[in-house]
């Protein structure tokens, strides 16, 4: 019989020390992916040991890359160039990952061999039209479900040709399947983004020596090109740290120092949107690391309140709005969030699996179809079910310092896919939780 994790999270509680919080998951995943294509051999410091970009690196193997480690965080891999990756024996499972399936369709559409990706249910359930159908317009024979969904079946082609493509909807991994696509394309691959989202794949292609041209809202690569092996540091990720920035701020007392954050500006929309709300939140000894800007976080309790989240700042926080809800939730006044329909496909619908929690906590929630609004309040004990999503699994977590009794979290054994134990990891620097098979 199969048993389910569970996390229990007593009440209360006060946050404190100084935490580096694992490796950044986009950085990670792509890390892997130049590397293998790389000419060389590229060593990677900091690396996530999560489920999703495990199951990257495994793809890559399949694909008869060696790769040694993880490691503490350490990866080495022996690239191959760009055409020495091989059929792999079987279909690519990537799990519960979304960055590995949609940045793999991209560099995979140009290969000379066939090669089909699954995930499980959740991942299976989540549009992949939004990939499919520009790398059909580039030339790539791809093949979804009726509902534009996993499996893909890829064939290869020819050749792909590159496109100018404007992209419909914010989204930094339809911008870097494009990019990886375009790699192996004729000509060049030019891609029009909405709104600015992540651009840890143009730094990583610039970093292994891959001219990347980025005007505006614009950026494009002209296929063709090599990649050649480097040094990586990856630095820790600040959709983790999002954890801790929230439960710091709202649990009266706490003081955190967090190590060797990633605060790329397309990644930085919960440390501003959480200073507009009041956070007591310093950057320090900013710096670089492997073409990333880089700093240290000191986080103190402070009151806050609630805000019209500005628009601009949806897709620099898109992964962090769970537990920003809980920062509104424990907000004095109302949080009020238009625009973010792209919650609804996440690991899993972040609007509703979010509202529902909160409504059994005792808060005022109402959805929209792009939002919520949500009514700081008294959190109180209850039980939530996370869906199987790693981040609202967490955030629930964070919600327990501020509830009047102890919160039970269900379905929580995805965490591992972006924070590998991170209950050990809270409970030391102050959350009351225990992870328990129920
Ligand atoms: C990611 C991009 C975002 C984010 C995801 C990681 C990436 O997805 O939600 O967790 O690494 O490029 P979208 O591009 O679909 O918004």
Do not use: W
């Not at 609630?306 to 004095?332: K, N, R, S, T, Y």
């Not at 006044?333 to 496909?345: C, Q, S």
């Amino acid at each position: 019989m199969s048993t389910e994790l569970q996390f229990i999270v007593n009440a209360g509680g006060v946050l404190s020390g100084d935490l580096r919080v694992p490796g950044d998951k986009s950085i990670s995943h792509r890390s892997i992916m130049l590397g293998a294509l790389a000419e060389g051999v590229t060593h990677i410091h900091g690396f996530l040991e999560g489920e999703d970009a495990l199951a990257t690196l495994q793809a890559f193997r399949a694909m008869g890359v060696e790769i040694n480690g993880p490691t503490a965080g350490e990866v080495t891999i022996q690239g191959v160039g760009m055409r020495g990756l091989r059929a792999p024996g079987q279909a690519l499972d990537l799990g519960n990952s979304g960055t590995s399936m949609r940045l793999l369709s991209g560099l995979l559409a140009g290969q000379g061999f066939p090669v089909t990706l699954l995930g499980d249910a959740s991942l299976s359930k989540r549009p992949m039209g939004r990939v499919v159908r520009p790398l059909q317009q580039m030339g790539a024979d791809i093949e979804t479900t009726g509902a534009g969904t996993a499996p893909l079946v890829m064939k290869p082609v020819r050749q792909l040709s590159g496109i100018q493509y404007v992209m419909p909807v914010a989204s930094a991994q339809v911008k870097s399947c494009l990019l990886l696509a375009g790699l192996y394309a004729e000509g060049e691959t030019r891609v029009t983004e909405p709104a600015p989202t992540r651009d840890h794949t143009e730094r990583m292609l610039q970093t292994f020596g891959y001219p990347v041209t980025r005007s505006g809202e614009q950026c494009g690569v002209q296929g063709g090109g090599r990649l050649i092996a480097c040094d990586l540091d990856v630095p820790a990720d600040i959709s983790s740290a999002a954890f801790f920035l929230v439960g710091a701020s709202i649990a009266e007392g706490s003081a955190l120092l967090l190590r060797h954050v990633g605060v790329n500006p397309t990644r930085c929309g919960v440390i501003n949107i959480l200073r507009l709300m009041g956070a007591d939140i310093d950057l320090l000894h900013a710096r670089e690391a492997g073409g990333e800007p880089v700093a240290d976080l000191r986080v103190r309790s402070a009151p806050l309140r609630g805000i019209h989240i500005p628009h601009d700042q949806i897709p620099l926080a898109i992964d962090e709005f769970p537990v920003l809800f809980v920062a509104a939730a424990c907000a004095e006044g109302e949080t009020v969030l238009t625009g973010a329909e792209e919650l609804r496909v996440k690991e899993s619908d972040r609007i509703q699996v979010m509202a529902d929690g909160l409504a059994a906590l005792g808060i005022e929630v109402r959805t929209t179809q792009d939002g919520i609004v949500i009514q700081g309040g008294q959190l109180q004990a209850g039980e939530v079910d996370s869906h199987g999503d790693h981040r609202i699994a967490m955030a629930f977590a964070i919600a327990a310092l501020r509830a009047q009794g102890p919160i039970r979290i269900r379905d929580c054994a995805n965490v591992n896919t972006s924070f590998p134990d991170f209950a050990a990891f809270a409970k030391r620097s102050g959350l009351a939780i225990e992870a328990a098979h129920a």
